[in-house]
């Protein structure tokens, strides 16, 4: 079969975006990744177990992501198909106490509408852009709060389209870590337990974390958040910082001067830059300050 043959036959299954040969580039915050063989981006549940079907038909493999900005993807890009869970996953329901978001509601939009319910828990997802799948994968968190906190029931499917649900017990989850990313899953939804409090408290406490971040990251270039996890009781950026690696560079990428963990790209970036650039950081700090740094972002596609 061509790609050709491959894409038109996707392309009449699924009722969602359906692309070959597609950038990566595009679906990723850094701006980096070559071209996805497939990506498709599902219309709803059952275009994505029709996508999956597709998929184990030809026997290729599939990688799920969701906004994208906790990604590195190699320059030469993913072979097999690609599904992103966006818009089409991505109602939010809120009755009482109980939020029930897809797995592609962005994370802000559900800290504004916990805001509007009156719901306090959630302030510290309006600065993070990623979905509530890649939060609950990577256990996403910030200002000393998670997401795995405030989870109460996870829903996900297996690469046969099998559901699969877990309770809040049935869950592990550990500093930018769940147990769902050894499952091999596709989380598709989850609902979360609020706390009751005046909208006025809440909105303040969202305010003062946006703007703690606009003052401290460099939000106007390209980036993946934190490149490195930080290590016990440190920071991985006032270690990169003190070993002098600060404004570092290789070719588009640059360690951010106003945040070290940050590398931002500044224009023309590629994967193999950041490599390269997390190598001679990694190297630089372990030399300097006896710390061996752990990647935070998540590759994809062959490096
Ligand atoms: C400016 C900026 C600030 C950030 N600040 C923070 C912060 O404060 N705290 C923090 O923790 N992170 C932060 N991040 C990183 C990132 O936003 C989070 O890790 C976010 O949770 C990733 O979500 P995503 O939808 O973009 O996932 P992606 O980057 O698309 O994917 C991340 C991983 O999850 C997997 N995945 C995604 N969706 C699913 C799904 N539905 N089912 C199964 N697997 C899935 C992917 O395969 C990949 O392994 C920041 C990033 C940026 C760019």
């Known amino acids: 079969m061509t790609g050709d043959s491959f894409y038109n036959g996707l392309n009449q299954v699924i009722k969602g975006r359906v692309m070959a040969s597609e950038p990566m580039s595009r679906h990723t915050s850094w701006r980096i990744g070559g071209p996805a063989d497939f990506f498709v981006e599902p219309a709803d549940s059952e275009d994505l177990c029709r996508a999956l079907a597709w998929a184990r038909n030809y026997g290729l493999p599939v990688i799920v992501i969701g906004n994208g900005t906790n990604l590195l993807v190699s320059d030469s890009g993913i072979r097999g198909l690609v599904i992103k869970l966006g818009a089409g996953l ?24 916990a805001l509007q319910a009156g719901l306090a828990g959630f302030e510290f997802l309006a600065g993070i852009p990623g979905t509530v799948g890649g939060a609950l994968l990577m256990n996403a968190g910030a200002n000393g709060c998670s997401v795995g906190e405030r989870v109460k029931m996870v829903e996900a499917i297996d690469y046969q389209g099998h559901v699969v649900t877990f309770t809040k017990n049935e869950l592990k989850f ?99 830059d950041v490599l390269e650039l997390v190598h001679t950081v990694r190297a630089t700090v372990e030399d300097k300050c006896s710390v061996k740094l752990l990647l935070e972002v998540q590759i994809l596609g062959e490096v």
Do not use: W
């Open 174 to 272: 550990n500093y930018r870590k769940s147990c769902l990313s050894r499952r091999n899953l596709i989380i598709t939804g989850a609902s979360f337990e609020g706390m009751p409090c005046p909208g006025e408290e809440i909105k303040k406490r969202m305010d003062d974390y946006l703007s703690r971040r606009r003052s401290t990251q460099p939000l106007e270039l390209p980036n993946a958040g934190s490149v490195f996890k930080n290590p016990p009781g440190d920071s991985a950026g006032r270690l990169i910082e003190n070993a002098g690696c600060k404004e570092m560079r290789v070719g588009g990428i640059q360690v951010s001067p106003r945040h070290a963990n940050f590398f931002v790209n500044l224009g023309g970036g590629t994967a193999a």
């Open 90 to 113: 991505s109602g939010i329901e809120i009755k009482g106490a109980a939020i029930c978001a897809g797995a592609g509601a962005l994370l802000p939009r559900l800290a504004n509408r």
